[in-house]
């Protein structure tokens, strides 16, 4: 039997992947939260877990330097998906994708066709995707984290960023004004393993669709 390696990141995803692996008769032999191994076995002998950043799942699965994958809709969007199988939205991760300002900012004035915003986002794809069909132009500011920080000292008018309960917009003064998509994340596979594992990856695939909870 040849080796599955299986690509994941640490937190929410990792989490909320464990019921899912079970499903399919996979228990990770460590917690990747309190090991530093990035190489984590299982119970069974052919599968690996291997623990990447989120935005690098797409790459490594891509690439083949690992075999199947689990990343948000989110980062799949932004790395293109190209060259990936993605049969299942695993309905994990749950979030959506907005537009949020400071409070008080009249966004509704400045929302509207031939206008332009400065926006601060790690997601410049979908931010220029959303606006572009709003028909405004968009100065955007490329950043890596902390978006929220963006509008408080003037950096953006707005920001596009993930939004689960609300919290961190709250706590910085910030208000949801637009949804661009919901996000959750999908089941990624590389393409010649499917062909070459298939024996193997098909269960998995099986187990994980059986395990769905839909829309919860
Ligand atoms: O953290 P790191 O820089 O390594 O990478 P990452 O942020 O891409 O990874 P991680 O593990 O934080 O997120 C993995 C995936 O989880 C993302 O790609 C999303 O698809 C999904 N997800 C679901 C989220 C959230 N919910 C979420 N709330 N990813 C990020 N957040 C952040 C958001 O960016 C914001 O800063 O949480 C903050 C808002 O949360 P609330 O609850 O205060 O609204
Ligand atoms: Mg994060």
Known sequence: MSQITIALSKGRIFEETVPLLQAAGIVPAEDP???????????????R??????????????NGGADLGIAGKDVLYEHGGVGLYQPLDLQIARCKMMVAVREGYDYTAVARPGARLKVATKYTKIAREHF???????????????????????????????????????????????????????????????KLKRSQIQPIIDAFAGAVTPGK
């Open 132 to 194: 572009a069909a709003k028909g405004m132009h968009v100065d955007l500011i490329k950043l890596y984290g902390s978006m929220e920080l963006a509008p408080l000292v003037g950096l953006a008018d707005a920001i596009v960023d993930l939004v689960s309960t609300g919290g961190t917009l709250r706590a910085n003064h910030l208000v949801a004004v637009e949804e661009i998509m919901p996000i959750s994340s999908r089941l990624v596979i590389n393409q010649a393993s499917l």
């Open 33 to 47: 939260e309190s090991s530093r191994k990035l190489i984590i076995g299982t119970n069974r002998d052919d599968v």
């Open 49 to 62: 877990l291997i623990i990447v950043r989120a935005s690098d799942v797409p790459t490594y699965v891509e």
